[in-house]
Structure formats: C-alpha cells, structure tokens
C-alpha cells in the first residue's frame, strides 16, 4: 500500500462547477500538507501549502486537512478552463522530504 | 523571481552515451533533488543533496549518479543511457526547516532512442 493515495481520474467538469480534490494517506506522523498544479509538459508548482488540520483558503482554492481520518482535500470554487492540470498533493513529518500522490488529472470544459 | 532552471526542455540520445542534465537555483537553497516522472508511476526521487559534495540515494538510483560541486548546482549523470531512462526528468530545490516546500524547474523531456 502506498503511503499517500490519491485517484488518477481524469475528472472532468464544466466551467463553473466547484471541485474536489482528494488525498488519503497512512502515516500518521505527517504534518505538513502541500497542493501541487502541474501543467502539461511544465514541472509542478506550489499551489497550497498547511500545516496540521483545518482549512486555509487562497482566492478560488481552498485547502482542508482532516489528520483524525488521515485525508486532505482541494476544493477549487467556480473552476475555470485554465485550471485543467494534473494535482498533486504532497506531505512532509519533520524532515525535508515530501511524499507525493499520484495525482489527479483535471479537465474543465468551457 | 525566483527559480530553478533546467538546461534543457527536450533531449534526445543515443543508447549507451554518457548524459549530463543540469539544475541551477538561485535561491540559495540547502537541498535539490532529482525526481523522474512517467505516467501511472508519479514522481520517483532518484537522488537528493542537502549540502554541497553531499549526496543520497533516493528511490531508484541504478543507473545514475549526481554531482554537486557548488551549493546552486546540482547535476544527474546518466552514466550509460538506456531506452528504459526515456522520461520527465525533474529538479527541485527546497530550503532546509519546516517552511518549505518544494520549488520545481520546468523538467527535460529525454528521449533514449
């Protein structure tokens, strides 16, 4: 079993539609909580970064950690074309290295 | 702005020759990495540094080997190129402490024929 999960998809949506992104992980020591966008043929960007549970909100995006589940969550308000990308997300204990999911491949149709 | 720079977006070499990829960041960052990309596999870290002339294996190693001579630059050798090594190559660079994530170059795309 992979420490971090996260679904392939694709998920496909209409502009507009409010998304949900999603990560499950099984270490509990993880404390440090990263989204990721990755753009077709460019490396990753950081989109959100959180540290331990609650949410934190940027603009449009809105980053959630629940670490009694072990799952974290993107949510992407009134999703425009221009956010179709892959999404990675990323955790981290107390050392410097990141655990990645898979990712998830977003597609927002006009 | 601040960023990592790869030296280049598409590569393509010939089986069995020796490959340089380099990395350049200018953000005086502690630690680079160098992961590999391919689709249904994510990002697998084949080496990391956290201080110059310091290097560790990370995941999948066999077959490469890095350098870093100056604390900006870190380089993945590819000592003898194999078709399997077709991939996104990724560098990334963070600072050490709780505050970092990971800053990304734009990857190179090498193609072994």
């Not at chain 1, 603009?59 to 074309?81: E, H, N």
């Not at chain 2, 720079?5 to 990829?21: A, N, P």
Request: glycine share 8%.
């Amino acid at each position: 079993q992979k420490e971090v999960e996260q679904d392939p998809g694709p998920l496909s949506v209409p502009e507009g539609a409010i998304v949900s992104l999603n990560c499950t992980y099984s270490n509990s020591a993880f404390q440090y909580f990263m989204w990721y966008r990755q753009y077709s043929r460019k490396g990753p960007e950081l989109l959100m970064y959180t540290y331990s549970s609650g949410n934190k909100e940027d603009g449009r995006f809105t980053a959630q950690v629940d670490k009694s589940s072990k799952y974290i969550s993107l949510f992407i308000r009134d999703s425009q074309p221009s956010d179709s990308a892959t999404y990675l997300c990323a955790m981290r204990y107390a050392g410097n290295m990141l655990t990645f999911g898979g990712g998830t491949r977003l597609m927002v149709k006009p | 702005d601040v960023k990592v720079t790869q030296s280049s977006r598409y590569l393509v070499k010939r089986t069995g020759e020796k490959v340089f990829l380099e990395c350049v960041q200018d953000m005086d960052h502690e630690n680079m990495f160098w992961y590999r990309q391919d689709p249904g596999l994510g990002l697998r870290l084949i080496y990391f540094s956290y201080d110059v002339k310091m290097k560790e294996k990370g995941d999948i190693p066999e077959g490469y080997s890095v350098s870093r001579e100056k604390k900006e630059r870190f380089s993945l050798i590819l000592e003898s190129a194999s078709t399997n090594q077709t991939s996104m190559y990724l560098c990334a660079s963070s600072r050490t402490g709780p505050s970092g994530g990971y800053t990304f170059g734009s990857g190179t795309r090498l193609t072994v024929v």
